[in-house]
């Protein structure tokens, strides 16, 4: 008898090493140097970019994680895996494997950025932060851009390698209060959104950058080697006391970055769609470089066929779960439950292009039941991000189902 494994969820658990030998192997997945704060809470890990990050915490419920940075502020370690790319050539190479330019980025600012194959399929995406002039790091999400940026380096005068920083997020409204708070020195100046500096924290040398993955006012922190690493996370957690930080998994972010349209490579886009099928368009620049995958996005259908998706009643499951009139129609790609606007919410990518905002499908949900779909834009609300510039105070109180 075969078991349906669609019933499983599989997890990794961190178990005490009472006297083992050494693993070999266990290097592939290696735990955030701050993990120490999870293990207290009953913590099931995923892997991302092979680093652990926590898939739970018993700190708190889904929702309660959701509100949480939605209303105050939170404290996440991530698998986001920075690679530092320097020399002469760095910006040359980079100009090369991104569909953006880079030379518009000037040092201490951020950038989104993503690499194409030769086809137009999208490998990853990440943030790129621009250290120097010579010197990049680009925190990427899941996948291998390492091997891509050594694949496309012959000739050039560059570096490449994983400089073993690791990251962590501080999202909520109350975060860049709290930044003040734990800093030695004064608050960089500008710190504007998607600028990134050097700081000190708790006699540490670290990186901070005005980014992350919910939408939510905020800044990440790049945890660097040879400095007291768990002195930083210690300082973060024992100042934000006072503002009751809560220590989250990937569920904080799961619904919010839903609503907000982030898109999460593998699920939402992958090596199958290309920057304009996800929505990305934008971010293809056809200037006066010669970019891998230019060719082919030059030449492809340039309609949008990602879009959001409000479920009543239930959260839909992953998949071709969507059909008109019985037929399937579209791919479920990441889906949640928003406690916000009291619905389920999901990216999804239609079949044809044409059906986009206000078309209703049928949506077979986790719970088996078959439920009522609409499709909107993305982000549902928002629509002009001005919530992590901090242009806009949004700390709702309760849910709003408009």
């Excluded at 701050?34 to 892997?47: F, I, Q, R, V």
């Excluded at 100046?189 to 000190?200: G, K, L, Q």
């Excluded at 006391?241 to 220590?247: H, Q, S, Y």
């Excluded at 060719?295 to 959001?308: F, H, I, N, V």
Aim: one cysteine or more.
């Amino acid at each position: 008898m075969t078991t349906d494994l669609s019933h499983y969820r599989f997890v990794a658990k961190a178990l005490p090493n009472q006297g083992a030998r050494p693993r070999e192997l266990a290097r592939t997945m290696p735990a955030h140097p701050l993990s120490y704060m999870e293990l207290p809470h009953d913590p099931e890990y995923t892997l991302y970019n092979s680093r652990l990050t926590p898939e739970k915490l018993d700190t708190a419920t889904d929702d309660e994680m959701y509100w949480a940075v939605r209303t105050n502020v939170i404290f996440r370690h991530t698998g986001e895996l920075p690679i530092e790319i320097s020399g002469p050539d760095a910006e040359t190479l980079l100009n090369k494997v991104f569909t953006r330019s880079v030379s518009k980025v000037k040092p201490g600012r951020c950038s989104y950025q993503f690499a194409c194959y030769h086809d137009g399929g999208m490998i990853t995406d990440g943030v790129l932060l621009r250290l120097a002039e010579d010197r990049f790091w680009m925190a990427q999400a899941d996948g291998d851009l390492f091997s891509w940026y050594k694949a496309h380096a012959q000739g050039l005068d560059v570096k490449i390698h994983d400089p073993n920083v690791w990251v962590s997020q501080i999202q909520g409204p109350r975060s860049l209060e709290l930044l003040a708070a734990v800093l030695d020195g004064p608050m960089p100046n500008p710190f504007r959104y998607f600028d990134c500096a050097e700081v000190s924290i708790a006699g540490q040398t670290c990186w901070i950058s005005r980014s992350g993955f919910t939408n939510e006012l905020g800044w990440e922190v790049y945890l660097l080697p040879d400095t007291d690493i768990p002195a930083i996370g210690d300082k973060i957690m024992e100042i934000g006391a006072a503002f009751d930080i809560l220590l989250t998994g990937t569920p904080v972010f799961r619904a919010r970055r839903v609503e907000a349209g982030l898109l999460n490579a593998g699920s939402d886009f992958g090596a199958e769609t290309t920057p304009f099928d996800a929505g990305l368009g934008g971010f293809v620049e056809f200037d006066d470089r010669d970019f891998v995958g230019r060719k082919a996005l030059e030449a492809a259908d340039k309609s949008c066929r990602t879009w959001g998706m409000r479920v009543t009643g239930g959260v839909a499951q992953l998949g071709r779960v969507m059909t008109i009139d019985g037929k399937p129609v579209g791919r479920a790609c990441s889906s949640g439950y928003s406690p916000y606007q009291g619905c389920g919410v999901c990216i999804v990518r239609m079949d044809d292009p044409a059906q986009g905002p206000g078309t209703q499908v049928d949506v077979l949900c986790a719970d088996g039941s078959t439920q009522s779909g609409e499709l909107c834009t993305l982000p549902m609300y928002d629509a002009d991000r001005l919530i992590p510039r901090g242009k806009l105070v949004n700390i709702p109180t309760k849910p709003n189902a408009d």
